[in-house]
């Protein structure tokens, strides 16, 4: 029997993949998975012969299969169930991260990302461009999201991020690697997977481009306007700069009787651990996270494991969880939590404490002072 090629690439050096490959992959016939590919065709109105090539089979008989490009292959298994897609989608993402790697050790330094990036430098993309892109509604492919990841297996919380709306509500949304970014679109119609492939596309060759893009060039010194103009630029710079301490140092000076030393507030402009929160509001970290659990608010999981907010308070924007992953001595891959309570869950939970008498007047009109001042004017010990 002749062996079944992985990949290859077409005309345009664009990585490839054959009908008889994805049949493999999923366990289907080849005459469905052609018809499949047939019908795709027709409806994205593609001329299927351009996509034809012939092979001999066992018999030394010649057949025809159709080769197709890595847009057309993930739109193709849309049809198909998580776990075909995604046999599919990794056996070609081995193939795109070998020639990626290729391409990196080329480029310069200076890298920057157009889309959020994981540690392996891979761009992440977002549910919310997915709403925009199929004009669905975010909940509904956060709803997607989900169910996609329980059906793999995957912890959700190791996609989950919180972002701000144009009212200041906080949200969840979800940043998925590009192979289980595919998993959602294949659940999707021709046409929608078609945007969003499209987007995903034009957003990895703009991050390849910035990529490449040295990150600074010096002046020609050898040409006396640019050199002048790099000067005057530099002057500019440093006068802009001197003005802007000036006027930072007179606004602290004024505001200084305004000012209330304490540690507590370090850093209230982002979300807060469990033990600074309890601070804040005058507790002990035991007995907060005992009141916390009292008023319904945390569950404790098994075992020796730190407390998790409830559902309904992480999406009100009063708790968030932030994931951690580690190597443990052995080699294997561990995670960690940590709960946090949001600048708006603090003023939440001291409102909440006050009208059950669990904190002072005093004390809630300090946390609620401070957290009306600007980040410039909350001071640390």
């Known amino acids: 029997m002749r062996k079944i090629v992985n990949s290859q690439s077409n005309d345009n050096g664009e990585m490839t993949m054959s009908s008889r490959r994805i049949a493999e992959l999923t366990g289907k016939r080849h005459s469905h998975v052609v018809r499949d590919i047939l019908t795709m065709l027709d409806r994205l109105g593609e001329d299927a012969d351009n996509f034809v090539a012939h092979y001999k089979d066992t018999m030394n008989r010649t057949q025809k299969e159709y080769i197709l490009p890595r847009n057309l292959t993930s739109t193709l298994v849309a ?36 889309e959020p990036v994981n540690q392996d430098g891979e761009i992440l993309f977002s549910s919310r461009m997915i709403a925009e892109k199929t004009g669905k509604l975010h909940k509904n492919v956060c709803r997607d999201i989900r169910n996609m990841l329980d059906k793999l297996g995957e912890t959700r919380l190791k996609f989950e991020r919180s972002y701000r709306d144009a009212s200041g509500k906080r949200n969840t949304e979800y940043l998925l690697p590009e192979r289980y970014l595919m998993n959602v679109l294949l659940g999707y119609s021709v046409e929608l997977r078609d945007r969003v492939i499209t987007e995903v596309y034009r957003l990895k060759e703009e991050n390849a481009r910035l990529k490449a893009k040295p990150a600074f060039e010096l002046p020609d010194f050898t040409n006396p306007v640019e050199a002048a103009r790099a000067w005057a630029d530099a002057v500019e710079q440093k006068n802009t700069a001197e003005k802007v301490a000036n006027a930072t140092t007179k606004a602290l000076e004024a505001a200084q009787p305004a000012i209330v030393a304490s540690e507590t507030f370090l850093n209230t402009a982002t979300d807060m651990n469990l033990n600074v929160a309890a601070k804040a509001l005058g507790w002990g970290p035991h007995k907060f996270n005992d009141k916390l659990r009292d008023l319904g608010f945390l569950f404790k999981k098994n075992g020796s494991k730190p407390p998790m907010p409830k559902a309904p308070y992480i999406d009100k924007g009063i708790f968030t969880v932030r994931w951690m992953t580690f190597t443990k001595p052995g080699g294997e891959e561990g995670s960690s939590y940590t709960t946090m309570v949001t600048p708006k869950g603090l003023l939440y939970l001291a409102d909440r404490f006050h009208s059950k008498g669990l904190i002072t007047t005093e004390t809630h009109k300090e946390v609620k002072a401070q957290m009306s001042l600007p980040l410039t004017y909350r001071s640390a010990a």
Do not use: C, N
Request: charge should be negative.
């Open 79 to 114: 049809g198909y169930d998580v776990k075909m897609r995604k046999a599919v989608i990794e056996d070609r993402w081995e193939d795109i991260e070998a020639q990626a790697h290729e391409r990196e050790t080329e480029q310069l330094s200076g890298e920057v990302a157009v």
